[in-house]
């Protein structure tokens, strides 16, 4: 009796290890090419300090920010995987799914910067908007290092439960909450003088495009 064989499908995880070394190389590189202000980083939510220290506008393009983007944008494209395949919606090693990810993440924060750039314009609070941009940079993109290697345990684990990435998101709001509690308390001076301008400003570009992503994704897996 000839019996019938059937192929074992093996998935192919190398360009998420790949990923997964490239970006630990990248933190690694740029902690060791800037030792203190790493150091000062890494203290972020337990300190306010590195966001008192690096609060100049021009830090924004420095080859820190820059490289921990990268970093951010590739561990929030994970996350957002992983999580879609722990509540049944994807697979973890696609790929191709996570191509479409990550490069719909950076259209949507690269776009969003530009709109803030052109709002900030026409109420003519460019410099405000660029401090408060480079604060919700600095704690977005710490988010970002803080669950990359969450995001390598829960890649190569199976059965994860649904409350871990419940838990990590809950966690990320509350930082992110308390990053708009230091921006508004480092620069509240500014924001009393434009207070309206402020108000519209959170309504159009801190609130209302969150609001439209969740409600898009939400009715699109429904």
């Not at 000062?40 to 830090?59: Q, T």
């Not at 708009?180 to 924001?191: E, V």
Request: with cysteine; glycine share 2%; hydrophobic share 50%.
């Amino acid at each position: 009796m000839i019996e019938h064989l059937h192929p074992r499908i093996i998935e192919n995880k190398d360009w998420a290890t790949a990923l997964f070394v490239l970006t630990f190389a990248v933190v690694a590189m740029t902690k060791s090419a800037y030792e203190t202000r790493f150091s000062e980083f890494s203290k972020l939510i337990f300190s306010d300090k590195y966001a008192k220290i690096y609060r100049d506008n021009s830090h924004m393009k420095s080859s820190f920010t820059v490289g921990l983007f990268f970093v951010q944008v590739i561990s929030f494209a994970f996350f957002i995987q992983l999580s879609m395949n722990i509540f049944g919606y994807a697979a973890k090693t696609d790929w191709i799914l996570f191509i479409q990810i990550a490069t719909f993440l950076l259209y949507f924060i690269l776009a969003k910067y530009l709109i803030e750039k052109i709002v900030a314009t026409s109420f003519n609070i460019d410099d405000f908007v660029e401090l408060f941009n480079l604060q919700k940079v600095t704690y977005r993109t710490y988010i970002g290092v803080l669950i990359l290697p969450i995001n390598a345990i829960l890649f190569y684990y199976d059965n994860i439960p649904t409350i871990v990435p419940l838990v990590i998101i809950g966690i990320s709001l509350c930082i992110s909450l308390y990053s708009y509690f230091i921006s508004i308390k480092t620069y509240q001076n500014a924001i009393i003088g434009k207070l309206f301008y402020f108000i519209l400003y959170l309504c159009a570009l801190e609130i209302a495009p969150y609001y439209f992503l969740y409600y898009w994704i939400t009715k699109g897996s429904a």
